[in-house]
């Protein structure tokens, strides 16, 4: 979105309500975000980790859904559009993942690694659902958004010496095979959920609200077999 092409504009206010997010069960408070080439880095770890030392205890992920407006909404004058689309035509398909407002948001954005892979998610459109694919290129740092007072995504509250927001940066890898929309993974979260299997805790559902979130190996791997298949 904003004034660089080189960055990624999404809705601020956590008041939002998806046209995806009331297809789902669940809710987090948070605010709606957007701004690859397929191949897995050979330093992505597998699913869920425990890091032994500092972090016992703590969920650790290697894949990912961030989601995006791809249709024209003007907030404070502002168009916030940034489909898969819009990503592709960055200069070297790369832009930042700008304007995450959301504590829990911000901070699976510190998580994640460089090298990962993101499913890019369609939100708050005709037909919300996963378009392609990217790749995490620069791990979290400050989100310049928060001190433009020009920028939807200002915030007042954040200091320059103790930043609240941070971003990440992604690189688009290439389009699914076919869009998998929400409905139809709704379909299987809901059939895993009864009879067992890789979507029956899926983020997508259980915090539909989320704009950035984590997948299990399983999920990812269970999604991206979709395109392959045909649509239920």
Same mark, same amino acid.
């Given at each position: 979105?904003?004034?660089?092409? /080189?960055?990624?504009?999404?809705?601020?206010?956590?008041?939002?309500?998806?046209?995806?997010?009331?297809?789902?069960?669940?809710? #987090? %408070?948070?605010? !709606?975000?957007?701004?690859?080439?397929?191949?897995?880095?050979?330093?992505?770890?597998?699913?869920?980790?425990?890091?032994?030392?500092?972090?016992?205890?703590?969920? +650790?992920?290697?894949? =990912?859904?961030?989601?995006?407006?791809?249709?024209?909404?003007?907030?404070?004058? $502002? %168009?916030?559009?940034?489909?898969?689309?819009? @990503?592709?035509? @960055?200069?070297?398909?790369?832009?930042? =993942?700008?304007?995450?407002?959301? *504590?829990?948001?911000?901070?699976?954005?510190?998580?994640?690694?460089?090298?990962?892979?993101?499913? +890019?998610?369609?939100?708050?459109?005709?037909?919300?659902?996963?378009?392609? @694919?990217?790749?995490? $290129?620069?791990?979290?740092?400050?989100?310049? /958004?928060?001190?433009?007072?020009?920028? $939807?995504?200002?915030?007042?509250?954040?200091?320059?010496?103790?930043?609240? =927001?941070?971003? &990440?940066?992604?690189?688009?890898?290439?389009?699914?095979?076919?869009?998998?929309?929400?409905?139809?993974?709704?379909? *299987?979260?809901?059939?895993?959920?009864?009879?067992?299997?890789?979507?029956?805790?899926?983020?997508? +559902?259980?915090?539909?609200?989320?704009? &950035? !979130?984590?997948?299990?190996?399983?999920? *990812? #791997? +269970?999604?991206?077999? @979709?395109?392959?298949?045909?649509?239920?």
């Amino acid at each position: 979105m904003p004034p660089k092409k /080189t960055t990624r504009s999404s809705a601020k206010s956590t008041k939002h309500t998806d046209a995806d997010a009331q297809q789902c069960e669940g809710s #987090d %408070d948070v605010a !709606q975000r957007k701004t690859g080439k397929r191949k897995r880095s050979a330093g992505v770890k597998s699913d869920v980790e425990k890091n032994k030392d500092d972090d016992a205890g703590k969920a +650790f992920y290697s894949h =990912w859904l961030m989601k995006s407006e791809p249709e024209s909404r003007i907030e404070n004058g $502002v %168009d916030v559009k940034f489909g898969i689309e819009d @990503l592709k035509a @960055l200069p070297n398909q790369t832009g930042c =993942w700008d304007g995450v407002r959301n *504590y829990q948001a911000r901070n699976f954005m510190r998580d994640m690694k460089e090298g990962q892979e993101a499913f +890019f998610y369609h939100s708050n459109c005709k037909e919300p659902g996963i378009a392609g @694919l990217m790749k995490i $290129v620069k791990e979290a740092y400050v989100d310049h /958004t928060q001190f433009d007072k020009k920028d $939807v995504h200002y915030d007042a509250s954040s200091k320059a010496d103790n930043p609240k =927001w941070s971003m &990440v940066d992604v690189q688009f890898e290439r389009m699914t095979k076919r869009f998998i929309p929400l409905t139809e993974l709704k379909k *299987y979260h809901l059939q895993h959920k009864a009879k067992g299997g890789p979507l029956k805790d899926m983020a997508l +559902f259980t915090r539909a609200r989320l704009s &950035v !979130q984590p997948l299990t190996t399983e999920e *990812y #791997d +269970f999604v991206l077999s @979709l395109e392959n298949e045909d649509p239920i």
